[in-house]
């Protein structure tokens, strides 16, 4: 009878989030999950003591105000507690400032590709996503999102670094854009990546949003500090919008375990920092390697590297997942595959030895430089 319920209208446009395949197995090898840019290393002792000692608590609600974790998190920004809200995952904290600026009637310009939750967040808020293709360098193209403005646009949306190109948008690019979007329109800097961008003259979040009264950044402790699992994440932005954004959050969504987590990461930052450096060496070595196998890549500031082999894709993930691999492929657009342990990122290399031979790479090679 299920056809006889009513449903919201609209509800059809709204996609449907599709979580990183597990690794495939493969008989008497490890296989690795390389589709969703998560942190390989396992939770540092310490953080796992602070979740640990939480757990008889659990028969209590956690604080919504996640007060101590946002004291922290001020005074490492030198803002105001006023300018932080948290939520489960920064991908609730986007959902929190969609519907906090958009609705029925509003439009939300973002590049295309990219996170794969925005065209679904901001259809279930009820507005109309509108995605700007991405130039030819796989980038932000700043310049047709501006013309893409109109006065129904409530939201613009940056994700710098981009998934799953893992390209940058440049510090002067940004401010030029910023100074011309018009001042009632929100700028979100998506900088889920931030600790993996090594670009020296990025755009970055913080010292936008102290220029201009309309921008917010989103950060996360899934990645560079490996509480995926846990789902935390906040928003640094103006004080109105901060306050917008909480009556949009769901009560009690950060957890009172992934509160502590955060904290205990935030005291272990140095340690923390130290696996990021070293994810950021295995990216490097691989960067030249790949290089020296002829490919020519999107350059990434992230943990990821992404394939753009068109045609060439679907073809590809079957030679990813007989090397046990399984990464994250967009039919005749490309392919994601995260930077993680050594052993799989060797095996990424030598899947990619193996595109090469069967000659499937999109385009994406010269003739090795051997
Ligand atoms: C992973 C990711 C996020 C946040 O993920 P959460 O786990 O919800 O914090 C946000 N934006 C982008 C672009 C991401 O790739």
Redesign the pocket.
């Known amino acids: 009878m299920s056809g006889a319920l009513r449903m919201r209208k609209g509800l059809d446009d709204v996609p449907a989030y599709k979580q990183g395949r597990p690794a495939s197995v493969l008989e008497g090898e490890e296989s690795f999950k390389i589709s969703s ?1 998560e942190n390989p290393y396992p939770p540092l002792p310490a953080v796992v003591d602070a979740v640990a000692a939480t757990l008889t608590g659990m028969n209590r609600y956690p604080e919504f105000a996640a007060t101590a974790l946002t004291a922290r998190v001020a005074a490492r920004f030198d803002v105001a507690p006023e300018n932080i809200v948290f939520g489960a ?4 904290v986007v959902s929190q400032l969609i519907r906090a600026t958009s609705a029925p009637g509003n439009e939300v310009v973002f590049a295309w590709r990219s ?1 794969e939750a925005y065209p679904m967040l901001v259809r279930t808020a009820g507005a109309v996503p509108v995605e700007v293709p991405l130039n030819a360098d796989h980038g932000h193209d700043l310049d047709a999102m501006l013309t893409a403005v109109t006065e129904r646009t409530s939201l613009i949306m940056v ?1 710098n670094p981009n ?1 799953p190109t893992g390209t940058t948008v440049g510090a002067e690019e940004l401010t030029a854009f910023l100074d011309a979007v018009p001042a009632h329109v929100t700028v979100l800097l ?1 900088e ?1 990546y931030v600790h993996f961008n090594r670009r020296p003259d990025t755009a970055v979040g913080i010292a936008a949003f102290r220029a201009h009264p309309n921008v917010v950044v989103a950060h ?1 402790f ?2 560079a500090y490996g509480l ?1 699992g846990m ?1 935390v ?1 906040y928003a640094i932005a103006p004080a109105l919008l901060v306050a917008a954004m909480r009556k949009m959050a769901i009560p009690f969504g950060v957890t009172t375990p992934a509160q502590i987590a955060a904290l205990a990461s935030l005291e272990a930052e140095d340690e923390l920092q130290v696996r990021v450096d070293a994810l950021i060496g295995e990216r490097e070595r691989i960067v030249a390697a790949l290089s020296a196998q002829g490919w020519q890549l999107p350059e990434t500031e992230t943990n990821f590297l992404w394939f753009p082999l068109g045609d060439d894709t679907t073809a590809a993930l079957e030679v990813f997942e007989a090397h046990g691999l399984s990464v994250r492929g967009f039919a005749g657009e490309g392919l994601r595959a995260t930077i993680a342990e050594t052993q799989a990122n060797n095996r990424l290399l030598d899947t990619a030895a193996e595109l090469v031979s069967r000659g499937l790479t999109g385009g994406c090679t010269v003739a090795a430089a051997s």
């Open positions: 840019n995952g920064s991908v609730e996170f994700c998934n998506d889920a996360t899934s990645k995926a789902r994440g």
